[in-house]
């Protein structure tokens, strides 16, 4: 390890701000390991080790594939003339939450694809319905992309929409759509759907009016190092401002059945890359308290080293995931016992917490895995 890097990494260990020169050093320079090690040293000071890896039983319902977005990473929506389109009925989506409710769940993820037909209206129907049975259940919904299709559906501001919806029972909102928030990137993956600017932009209304939510990173497919700093140092600005995040999560780009995946300028990646990526952003990003692993995309024996490279979260059971699994991913959905023992045989105790990060239920430690 060069001697700039072994600088850089102890001073983000003892607490100090690295810059994106700095971190840019450790893209390129830093071992696996030294990284793994000073994430985790990091993780420790948040997240003590005598305190547990958190989870939340959640299921995320895709209400329509019906999108006008033409994403060239997404293998799981349709233009609207499509045969194979659908939209989920208020029955169909009542089932699938009351399912939820009856194994304990307590986030409903709620996301689909830019609808021409669906405008203000629809979302405050279905919300003040979910939330009417179902109050029990946290509406984790949307994304910054979705929020400004309505705006332009409807014509209406941004504040005007995440008021209204906050009024029809909205309480969090998900980091869906950021992938990597730099123009030049957007331009070759999704040129149709929101800007950088916009997505910060909605961001930072819906946290000054009160909702709070995750930010996100999809990464491994156009964008340089340089250009995954961009990303986390657009994050991190915006948490100064408001403090409205309260997780980051990054995933590996999914390449089956999607346009993307022809792309000559696509690079491979692997968990090597996406763990150096996940432990650099705890070190980044300071000002974050929770960085959740992502099994969905890297299988259970990454998401248990992503424990030991700074992530503090397991994420959730995802009772159902339609987006990345249509890329072909096969680790889409869990369960309680399932996500406890990868927990515990990572060598921590396990909780399931609320989509706030309080704790509702702690495992007894006694079950660890041997």
């Given at each position: 390890?060069s001697?700039?890097?072994?600088k ?12 994106v020169?700095?971190?840019?050093i ?16 990091i ?10 890896v958190?989870?939340?039983?959640d ?5 329509t594939?019906?999108c ?14 499509d ?6 009925d ?6 699938k ?12 993820l ?12 629809y979302?405050?129907?279905?919300f ?9 259940v946290?509406l ?16 209406l501001?941004?504040?005007?929409v ?22 030049r ?6 040129p149709?759907k929101?800007s ?21 990173m ?7 190092f ?8 657009k ?6 401002e408001?403090n409205?995040f309260?997780a ?9 059945g999607t346009?993307l ?21 705890r ?15 890297q ?6 080293t ?8 397991f ?7 339609n987006?990345?699994?249509?890329a ?20 921590f105790k396990a ?5 706030f ?14």
């Amino acid at each position: 390890m060069s001697l700039n890097a072994e600088k850089i990494l102890a001073k983000a260990v003892n607490g100090s701000r690295i810059t994106v020169e700095e971190t840019l050093i450790l893209f390129e320079e830093a071992p696996l390991l030294e990284l793994g090690s000073a994430a985790d040293q990091i993780r420790q000071k948040l997240h003590p080790n005598d305190k547990p890896v958190t989870f939340v039983v959640d299921r995320n319902i895709n209400y329509t594939n019906i999108c006008t977005a033409g994403c060239r990473f997404c293998a799981f929506a349709f233009q609207p003339q499509d045969k194979r389109t659908y939209i989920l009925d208020y029955e169909t989506i009542a089932q699938k939450t009351q399912e939820l409710v009856d194994l304990g769940g307590t986030q409903l993820l709620l996301q689909g694809g830019h609808n021409p037909d669906f405008g203000l209206k629809y979302y405050q129907e279905l919300f003040q319905k979910i939330r009417h049975d179902f109050p029990t259940v946290t509406l984790h919904a949307l994304s910054p992309s979705e929020i400004e299709h309505i705006c332009q559906v409807d014509n209406l501001s941004v504040e005007t929409v995440i008021n209204k919806l906050i009024e029809s029972g909205w309480q969090s909102l998900p980091g869906g759509g950021a992938e990597i928030l730099v123009k030049r990137v957007r331009d070759i993956l999704s040129p149709l759907k929101t800007s950088s600017e916009a997505w910060l932009e909605i961001m930072r209304v819906a946290h000054k009016a009160g909702i709070e939510g995750s930010a996100t990173m999809m990464f491994g497919h156009v964008e340089t190092f340089a250009e995954r700093i961009e990303h986390l140092d657009k994050l991190r600005t915006l948490q100064d401002e408001t403090n409205g995040f309260r997780a980051f999560i990054a995933w590996t780009f999914q390449a089956g059945g999607t346009p993307l995946a022809k792309d000559p300028r696509v690079k491979e990646t692997d968990a090597f890359d996406y763990l150096r990526t996940q432990a650099i952003a705890r070190l980044f990003l300071d000002n974050f308290k929770n960085i959740q692993a992502s099994w969905v995309t890297q299988g259970f024996g990454i998401g248990q080293t992503a424990l030991h490279f700074g992530a503090n979260d397991f994420g959730g059971t995802m009772l159902e995931e339609n987006v990345v699994s249509a890329a072909g991913t096969v680790h889409s959905k869990s369960n309680t016992d399932e996500l406890v023992y990868h927990i515990n045989k990572a060598g921590f105790k396990a909780a399931q917490r609320d989509t706030f990060y309080n704790i509702l239920k702690e495992f007894n430690a006694s079950v660890l895995a041997s």
